[in-house]
Every structure is written in structure tokens, then in C-alpha cells.
């Protein structure tokens, strides 16, 4: 059963409250100095990943309590009822099975048939077989699409750029035409595929977008070459054909994976595509093995209940109203944003699951950007500004392309941010207010051995689990989005004016 418990009705949480009064005003700095292996004490470590999280505004006795809370609000109960499949999406009467796409040992024959279509399809892309209407090999990508039909695909490819071959990949998501040919403008009909991507198959923006790139298509070729250039994605199999795309063409997606939640699924076509299937069979291993992390260990050692009752601890108890992220390498660069619509889709809810309105707060604002870039943009205010934000800063071990005196460089400045953050210049003199830094600005850190196919799945993963934990100690539904049909509404009515 998904339990419907108001977390602030707990006696954990009585006992925080109470708790906080008297942390509000410890220093972290002092905690470090009278803790002997604070860090070790507070740090999981769990196959080629490390998270230290020992800088936080807590004790011993905080985890204790967050744990508590979790005990009374049943997570234990709530995680095995997504895993196991039950409507936990209640008000769209659907299961939640992202992570049946990845779970090899116990793979449903529908979603081993779409990976087979999947491998098969983008092994033909890849080696040339599949050919263009003029007879030439593909050597252009583009994913039309929006939302979780476009953030994650485009994340990951990106972040997997030193594991892809020589297609050139391209993501067409706003309905700003100029996005459009912006990318057209650079594509050759002859050599170009296009992935029309839409779990729904009616929103507007990837209609829009795929009937205008159709049209664009067919100056040049005929109807009978649509089969050569164009596949979807949806779970809508009657809106696919109707916009001319052939069965064979078609990859299903299924209405218990959400779109922010997609990225696994088919909807991970262009990126198959980009790194090849192998690669692709990694990422969702890396994941799966994040969720057996999550389902099996302790509280106390998992890392995405750890991470989610640490922001619970800011949001709700420190009044926190962000919390930034901040990956030191490149490759993430859209880490953040793929994290915005996922948290802030998912958590951004004012009702619980009883159908009342909440009266503590919910989804934290994510924001963030890559180190070091950040550190020369935002970071002043993180350090020296009149809000707390807590920062989880992650890196990779190894570079990629081994180049020591950078990699040296990088990872200095990393810890160089969280030990200033930490300390600030209580120990040091400074001539005035203006230099001075307080400290005790929490952060976490996450150090993962090495980019690949396979941490980033769990590291995604992570992320994924994290949010969940938070909705299920809010008591909201994480997996609908009501909130995005209003606007959507009207800009339809504003259409027909
Ligand atoms: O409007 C929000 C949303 O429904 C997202 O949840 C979704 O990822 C996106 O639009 C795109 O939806 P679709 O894949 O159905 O085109």
C-alpha cells in the first residue's frame, strides 16, 4: 500500500523541530574540530561511487531523526509499492515502472522486443546499412521532441560525447521557429534522420516542429521516402500513423513510464544511436544497479534516501528554498537542466495525497551549473550571500582523455569550493567585513571513479530515487503534472482567438 501519512504530524518530527533549535546555531567547523573522522562517519561509499557528506548542518542525532521520519511515513512500504508495480500514481491511475526498463533479470517480453528494435535499428544507422532516399548512409541525428522527450535524451548523448561514434546528433525541442532552422539549416535531406518523439503524440510544440521540418523534407523528396527518414516514439500508436509513419517505423513507449522518466525507454533512440547499443545496455545497467542499491540497503547507507533527507532537512527545517548542483565536468553541462524538469516536475505540488492542501513546504528550486564556470559566475553569492544554499558538487576521478596537470587543476578547485564553504575565514584574519566569509554553508560531495556509460546511468538513477523519497516524506504525487495543463489550455484558446 502507498502510504498517505502528513509528515509533520510524525513525532520525528516534533523531534526535529525541537532538534533544530539547538543545531541552528552550531558551527560545522566546530563539529569537525571536536569529531574525530566526521567524514568517515558520515560518508557512503558504494561501487565506483563516494559520497561525503559530512559537511551538512548535522549530528549523529540529526540522521537519527531523519531516519525516523522516514521509518514513520513507511518509506520502506512506499519504495516496494512502486517496484512492485502498484498504481502509485493515483490520480492518473498509473504504475511507475521506469525501472522495469532496466531490471535485465526480470526484462517484460514487450520491453526486450523495443531494445531489440532498438539495436537492431540504430546498428543499421550506424554502420551505413540503412540508406536515404537517394541511396546515401545516414549521417545526421535529429530528435524532435520536448520535455522529458528531448531534456534527458540530449543530456545523456552529451554527456556521453567521448563514447560516441560519427554521427552528428541534433535535438529540435521549442516551438520557436528560428530553433528550427537554425538546425535545418546545417542538415542535408539526403542524410538526415529524423525521431519524432512524443509520448502523447499531441503536444503542440513537437507537432509543430515535425510537420514543419515534413514539409521542409518534402520540397526536395517524395511521400514514398518518408519511411527512409522518419520514426517515432509514443504510446500513441494511432496519432503515429495518421502523421504518415509505418508501423515498422514506430517504437512503443508505455503509459507506466513517465516522460521525465523516459530517457531509458525508446525515447533514448538518438542516443542509442549516438553511442551505439552496447553503450546505450550499460547506462541502463548502471541504473539498475543503482536501484537495487536503493531498494536493498540500509537507510542509514543509501545514498539517494541519505541525499533526499538531507534536502528535506534544509527545506523544511532551515526554511532552504534552492539547492544548487554543481558538476565539475563539462561533459554535464546539461545535468542541471535535465535535474530541473525532473525535481521540479515531479515535487513542485501543494496538495498531499489525501487531497488537501499541504501547509509546509515542498519541492526544492534546483538550479546549477558546472564547475569551475560557476565559481566565476554565482558562486560569490553561495559563499557570501544572505541565503543558504546547499550544494552538492559532483566530480569525476579520472579524465577522460587523461590529461593529469587539468584533471590536478579541476579537482583542487573542487575541494578548494567545499572546504571554503565549510570554514570560511574563521581562522583567518581579514582586514574587513567586506573579505570576510562565515562557513557553515553545507555541501555534499559525490565523487564518482570515472565518466561512463554505466556511472552515469546510477548517477541518473540516484537522482531519480532521490526525488521520490522527498515526495513520499511530502506525501505528494511525484509522478503527475497537473500543473503544466493550465497554460497549456490557454495558449490553445489565445490560438483560436
Ligand atoms: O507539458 C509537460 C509534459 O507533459 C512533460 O511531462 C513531458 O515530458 C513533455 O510535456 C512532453 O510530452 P510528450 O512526450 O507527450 O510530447
Do not use: C, P
Given at each position: 500500500m502507498f502510504p498517505k501519512i502528513n509528515p509533520t504530524k510524525t513525532k520525528a518530527?516534533?523531534?526535529l523541530t525541537q532538534h533544530f533549535e539547538e543545531i541552528n546555531d552550531v558551527e560545522m567547523q566546530d563539529l569537525f574540530a571536536s569529531e574525530k573522522g566526521r567524514t568517515e562517519h558520515f560518508s557512503i561509499q558504494w561501487n565506483d561511487f563516494q559520497l561525503d557528506y559530512s559537511k551538512n548542518r548535522i549530528t549523529s542525532e540529526t540522521l537519527q531523526l531523519l531516519l525516523e521520519?522516514?521509518?514513520?511515513?513507511?518509506?520502506?512500504?512506499?519504495?516496494?509499492?512502486q517496484f512492485s508495480g502498484e498504481k502509485i500514481n493515483e490520480t492518473e491511475n498509473r504504475a511507475v515502472l521506469h525501472t522495469a526498463l532496466r531490471d535485465f533479470k526480470n526484462l517484460k517480453p514487450e520491453i526486450k522486443a523495443t531494445l531489440s528494435q532498438m539495436e537492431h535499428f540504430s546498428e543499421a544507422i550506424i554502420s551505413g546499412k540503412w540508406k536515404g532516399y537517394t541511396g546515401k548512409s545516414i549521417t545526421d541525428v535529429v530528435n524532435i521532441g520536448i520535455g522529458g522527450s528531448d531534456l534527458g535524451p540530449a543530456m545523456v548523448t552529451e554527456a556521453l560525447s567521448f563514447y560516441k561514434n560519427h554521427l552528428k546528433v541534433h535535438y529540435i525541442s521549442n516551438i520557436d521557429g528560428d530553433h528550427v532552422m537554425e538546425t535545418l539549416k546545417q542538415l542535408d535531406r539526403e542524410t538526415t534522420l529524423f525521431i519524432i518523439v512524443?509520448?502523447?503524440?499531441?503536444?503542440?510544440e513537437t507537432l509543430t516542429n515535425a510537420q514543419t521540418v515534413r514539409k521542409w523534407f518534402l520540397e526536395q523528396a517524395q511521400e514514398t521516402a518518408i519511411a527512409k527518414h522518419f520514426v517515432a516514439v509514443s504510446t500513441n500508436l494511432d496519432a503515429v500513423s495518421n502523421f504518415g509513419i509505418?508501423?515498422?517505423?514506430?517504437?512503443t513507449m508505455w503509459n507506466w513510464v513517465g516522460g521525465r522518466f523516459s530517457l531509458w525507454s525508446a525515447v533514448g533512440l538518438s542516443t542509442c544511436c549516438a553511442i551505439g547499443y552496447k553503450n546505450f545496455e550499460q547506462l541502463l545497467k548502471g541504473a539498475n544497479e543503482m536501484d537495487i542499491h536503493f531498494k536493498e540497503a540500509p537507510f542509514s547507507e543509501n545514498i539517494p534516501v541519505v541525499l533526499a533527507l538531507l534536502s528535506v532537512w534544509y527545506n523544511n527545517f532551515f526554511q532552504a528554498e534552492t539547492e544548487a548542483v554543481l558538476p565539475y565536468s563539462q561533459y554535464l553541462s546539461k545535468f542541471v537542466d535535465?535535474?530541473?524538469q525532473a525535481v521540479m516536475e515531479s515535487n513542485g505540488k501543494s496538495v498531499d495525497r489525501n487531497g488537501d492542501f499541504v501547509d509546509y513546504q515542498t519541492g526544492t528550486?534546483?538550479?546549477?551549473?558546472?564547475?569551475?564556470?560557476?565559481?566565476?559566475a554565482f558562486f560569490q553569492l553561495i559563499h557570501q550571500g544572505t541565503k543558504l544554499i546547499p550544494c552538492d558538487f559532483i566530480a569525476f576521478e579520472e579524465s577522460l582523455f587523461g590529461n593529469e596537470e587539468h584533471q590536478r587543476k579541476l579537482l583542487a578547485n573542487f575541494h578548494a569550493q567545499t572546504d571554503a564553504l565549510l570554514m570560511g575565514t574563521r581562522e583567518t584574519e581579514v582586514d574587513n567585513n567586506f573579505k570576510a566569509f562565515s562557513g557553515n554553508r553545507p555541501s555534499n560531495s559525490l565523487f564518482i571513479k570515472k565518466l561512463t556509460p554505466q556511472t552515469l546511468g546510477a548517477l541518473i538513477a540516484i537522482y531519480e530515487h532521490k526525488l521520490f523519497v522527498q515526495g513520499v516524506?511530502?506525501?505528494?504525487?511525484?509522478?503527475?503534472?497537473?500543473?503544466v495543463e493550465?497554460?497549456?489550455?490557454?495558449?490553445n484558446q489565445r490560438l483560436q482567438l
Open positions: 518530527w516534533q523531534k521520519l522516514a521509518d514513520e511515513v513507511k518509506l520502506r512500504e512506499a519504495i516496494e509499492a512524443s509520448k502523447t503524440f499531441t503536444t503542440q509505418s508501423e515498422d517505423n514506430t517504437f535535465y535535474l530541473q528550486i534546483v538550479w546549477g551549473s558546472t564547475g569551475t564556470n560557476a565559481q566565476h516524506i511530502w506525501n505528494i504525487y511525484s509522478y503527475d503534472q497537473w500543473g493550465l497554460g497549456k489550455k490557454m495558449a
